[in-house]
């Protein structure tokens, strides 16, 4: 566990670990000239299009395995987390033998939840721009998952080298986004930072001693349908947080969705990649069974949206505007949709490209 924390993190890396595995040779296929290639070319795509201009180097992509990828998220997660990790376990003050109960069971249930949610990510993840949201930021990174993106190739019939492009035009948006506009990254990591800071306010110590019980008891599956409930983060959250994770969704589907605006833009004077958008989007909507409630109950379901309701609205304001309209949304945070504003394209074009420019 981490020093003054409570989470079981060695608990999370094994859950992970064994939801990842399936990684097979045929990954392979995808070698790293091809990687490099399509990366060059993405992010050629990306400058032609936005005009964005960096003022910092973008992060040389990376192919990695599952298993490397779920170590560089949980890491991340854990220095992102220590802050409420800590607030919590010095909430909890309750008579031995009960003290060591709550804080082992409490361990055990973050740390499963945590790896549930990065294990099952592992195996569908394509590709991640990932940026440290900590106070004392890692330089970024990018991230491409070599089995999924084999495994994605297949089950799309899409030409490997095409399909890698494709893939590589999405994630160096984001490469380019953050690197040409310097608040982003510090705006993203203080709303994390004010999430963090009202649920560690908002310990419900009860409610956290009725779940690490429930986890040191004799009933495994139970303890898993609690994590996959999120009963841990709901005994963490208090109706404070709501405003700022509004804000901080908010954020993300203009993140997301201008990548998957890009994409499209990028990809019209290529028919082999125009094609790709409802294989895709079929691909991130199948799920059955297990991993639809497994989706659903870890928030997967709000990604997908994020995905869907900021690229509508990226195409709206792009259809009204042109990408230079689109690209006010980086003049400045207060340039950001509302919440509100990301279901009415046209009244953030009324408050922010109406307007004149400062």
């Known amino acids: 566990m981490t020093?003054?924390?409570?989470?079981d993190w060695?608990?999370?890396r094994r859950v992970a670990g064994a939801l990842a595995r399936g990684e097979d040779g045929a990954s392979r296929a995808l070698g790293d000239d091809a990687i490099r290639r399509a990366s060059e070319a993405g992010l050629d795509r990306v400058l032609g299009y936005t005009g964005l201009d960096p003022a910092s180097e973008v992060p040389a992509v990376e192919a990695v395995t599952r298993s490397e990828w779920i170590e560089s998220n949980l890491a991340e997660l854990e220095a992102l987390a220590a802050p409420l990790e800590q607030r919590a376990a010095a909430e909890?003050?309750?008579?031995?033998?009960f003290e060591g109960i709550v804080r082992g069971g409490l361990g055990a249930a973050s740390g499963l939840e945590a790896g549930i949610v990065v294990g099952y990510a592992s195996r569908r993840v394509l590709g991640q721009y990932q940026v440290s949201l900590t106070r004392e930021p890692k330089p970024p990174r990018m991230l491409l998952l070599r089995a999924n993106l084999a495994n994605a190739a297949r089950e799309l019939d899409a030409e490997p080298d095409r399909f890698l492009l494709w893939v590589a035009?999405?994630?160096q948006t984001h490469s380019v986004q953050f690197a040409a506009v310097p608040w982003l990254r510090d705006h993203v990591a203080g709303l994390a930072?004010?999430?963090?800071e009202t649920a560690s306010g908002n310990v419900d110590v009860a409610a956290l001693a009725g779940i690490a019980k429930r986890v040191v008891s004799s009933d495994p599956?139970?303890?898993?349908?609690?994590a996959m409930r999120g009963e841990l983060t709901r005994a963490l959250a208090g109706p404070e947080q709501a405003a700022v994770l509004d804000e901080l969704q908010a954020t993300m589907a203009v993140i997301e969705g201008y990548a998957e605006h890009v994409m499209d833009a990028a990809a019209q004077d290529d028919p082999g990649l125009a094609r790709m958008r409802a294989r895709m989007d079929e691909r991130r909507a199948r799920r059955g069974g297990l991993a639809d409630v497994i989706a659903r109950a870890l928030g997967m379901g709000m990604k997908l949206r994020q995905y869907e309701l900021?690229?509508?609205?990226?195409?709206?304001?792009?259809?009204?505007?042109?990408v230079e309209g689109l690209n006010r949304v980086w003049a400045e945070p207060a340039a950001l949709p509302s919440p509100a504003e990301l279901e009415a394209p046209r009244e953030w074009l009324e408050r922010v490209v109406a307007a004149p420019v400062a």
């Open 169 to 171: 035009v999405h994630e």
């Open 92 to 97: 909890i003050s309750l008579p031995r033998p």
């Open 310 to 322: 900021g690229k509508s609205w990226s195409d709206a304001i792009a259809g009204e505007a042109g």
């Open 3 to 7: 020093t003054g924390g409570i989470v």
């Open 221 to 226: 599956r139970r303890a898993v349908r609690e």
């Open 193 to 196: 930072a004010r999430l963090i």
């Open 10 to 12: 060695g608990l999370g």
